[in-house]
Each structure stands twice: as structure tokens, then as C-alpha cells.
């Protein structure tokens, strides 16, 4: 018999579109302590390449997905932790294998997945980038770009005005506006991605106008990646501060530099990690599109998104 552990651990687990996170953390025993984190890594899974505009999970993927969380088990058992959040998102809700792979996860490793529709994973980040980011009282434009989904929100530090998720992810847009992975991304599909947010980005839109916010806040890789281009270097998981200043001149030089090359030169980019390459660049027509609706001239980043939003409610900060 082990003696229970006086430290309660617990193991988040955000499976994103692109990439799937691990946070490993102990609880403080005494109220109002930070949780100390043991661990923090994430594992670039693509579990929607190949598959997700067809609505499936692919082989590749799906392998890569058990094999993932085959490590991740490894770890858990490694630092002792108790319980296991584990959280899905767009690939696993839109696809028709979505439900097998959680079987089989379950059967594999014993994690129970928990699958949460959009409304829901909205909520979460912006309960994470709280705790990155005091948004204060002022109207903030919350903005996740993952691999499946994009989430927009409008809060300040107490309240949620309006959230909506949009299945427009990183990979789909891929899919969608770049069939060439090799070469330029061309003014044209600019242009086509940029009209397409137009329509599919109406009620976005519309709750700009209505609540006006007065900075943007991106909490996910392709922001990440935005600030390491800035820094001129890639900063590892537990190198990320927990908010970075964005300045709009070097997100729009990153713009024009990631525009202006083909894939070989995105990925010489200091900063950028090579599977993020071609995301970043769909992903930054969408960050500019968004500048160009509200206006905005501030941008942070926060290294805090759904993973950190689930900690939050569970110690019921």
C-alpha cells in the first residue's frame, strides 16, 4: 500500500487540432497558494491533417494521437498525479471517428476524454488568459486560433460579453486556401481567405461594433510564434512568459516576411517551428483581418489558454 500523498496532483490534458498539452501541477496545501507546476509540454499530434475537412481523424493522425497519450500516461504515472483532466476540442467533436479514438484512448491508458463543444471551450480560455493576462475593466478581444476552431471572446476580468466558436481552424484554412504547402502563398488566396472571413466572420462583426474592445489577446501556438518571431528565437514551453507585448510593427513585418517567402525560407525563420510554418501564415492573414475590423493597435499574447481555464474553476478562482 502506498501512503497517500499529503499533495493532491492533477494532470490537464488539452488534445488540441494541432497539438495536444500536458500540464502536470500540485495543488498548495494552504488557500490562496499558486499551484506548484511540475511539468508543462505539449507534442505537435496534426490530428486534423489529412482528415478534418473530410470529417474524419486519418490513420497518421489517429496513431499519433494513442501514441501521444501513451507518453503522456508514462508521464502522469512518473510524477504521481491523482486525476486526470483530459479535454478534446474540434477534431475529436467534428469527426466521424472522433468517439472511437476516445474509446480507444480509454481502453489504452485508462483517461477518460471529455469532448466540449465550442460555447464551452470559449468559456475556458478566457478563464485561462485571466490568469495571464488582468484584462481589468476595459472590453478585450480574446482570440485562440487552433488547428479546428477559432474562439472569439469579449471580456474584461469579470465578465463574458460575447463568445462564439467558429470552425475555421489553422488546418482547415490550410485545406481550404493553400493546396500548394510548397510554394508562395499567393496574393490571390489572400484575398480569397480574407473575403471568406468576411462571411463567415458576420456576428464577429457585429459584437466588434457593439462592445467596441480596446486590445487583442491571443492565446494560442500561432501567437506564440507571432512573439518568437519578435524575440528573433524559440522559446521552449517553460520559457514562455505568461503574457508578451506584441508590437503591431513586428507582427506586420512577420506578416510581410512570412507572405513574402516559400515554405523553405518560413522555415529558416527564427522563432518559428517547422510544422507551425504554413499555419502561421493562414493563421496571420486571419490575425490581420481581424486588426484591419476593429482597429485594434494592441496586441498581447498569453501562454495561458483551455488547460489553464480548467485549473482556474477547479480550484474556483
Not at 494541432?18 to 500540485?26: A, C, D, K, R, S
Not at 513585418?253 to 516559400?262: A, P
Not at 518560413?266 to 482597429?295: C, F, K, Q, W
Request: aromatic share 6%.
Amino acid at each position: 500500500m502506498h501512503k497517500p500523498h499529503a499533495h493532491r496532483r492533477v494532470a490537464l490534458i488539452d488534445m488540441g487540432t494541432n497539438t495536444f498539452h500536458l500540464l502536470i501541477v500540485e495543488m498548495a496545501t494552504t488557500p490562496g497558494n499558486k499551484p506548484l507546476v511540475l511539468l508543462r509540454t505539449k507534442v505537435g499530434v496534426r490530428l486534423g491533417e489529412g482528415g478534418i475537412s473530410k470529417g474524419i481523424i486519418a490513420p497518421d493522425a489517429y496513431a499519433r494521437a494513442l501514441h501521444t497519450l501513451a507518453g503522456f500516461k508514462e508521464e502522469i504515472e512518473l510524477h504521481q498525479a491523482q486525476e486526470v483532466r483530459a479535454t478534446a476540442t474540434s477534431a475529436m467533436r467534428v469527426t466521424k471517428n472522433g468517439p472511437d479514438l476516445v474509446r480507444d484512448i480509454f481502453e489504452q491508458t485508462g483517461i477518460q476524454v471529455n469532448v466540449i463543444p465550442g460555447e464551452r471551450e470559449a468559456e475556458l480560455i478566457c478563464e485561462g488568459v485571466r490568469q495571464a493576462v488582468d484584462l481589468g475593466q476595459e472590453h478585450h478581444l480574446i482570440m485562440d486560433i487552433g488547428g479546428g476552431s477559432v474562439e472569439f471572446i469579449i471580456a474584461n476580468q469579470a465578465t463574458i460579453f460575447w463568445k462564439q466558436s467558429f470552425e475555421i481552424g489553422a488546418q482547415r484554412l490550410l485545406d481550404k486556401f493553400f493546396p500548394d504547402p510548397s510554394g508562395v502563398f499567393p496574393a490571390a488566396a489572400v484575398e480569397a481567405e480574407q473575403q471568406y472571413f468576411g462571411t463567415v466572420l458576420e456576428p464577429l462583426l457585429e459584437a466588434v461594433r457593439r462592445y467596441q474592445p480596446v486590445s487583442l489577446v491571443g492565446a494560442s501556438g500561432s501567437f506564440d510564434s507571432l512573439a518568437d518571431m519578435q524575440l528573433g528565437e524559440l522559446r521552449t514551453e517553460a520559457n514562455l512568459s505568461p503574457s508578451t507585448e506584441l508590437a503591431l510593427s513586428s507582427f506586420q513585418e512577420s506578416y510581410r516576411h512570412l507572405l513574402s517567402g516559400n515554405h523553405e525560407q518560413r522555415v529558416a525563420i527564427p522563432g518559428i517551428l517547422p510544422m507551425r510554418a504554413d499555419m502561421l501564415v493562414v493563421a496571420a492573414v486571419l490575425v490581420d483581418y481581424v486588426l484591419g475590423i476593429t482597429e485594434i493597435t494592441r496586441i498581447r499574447t498569453s501562454a495561458y489558454a483551455l488547460k489553464e481555464g480548467v485549473l482556474a474553476e477547479m480550484l474556483g478562482l
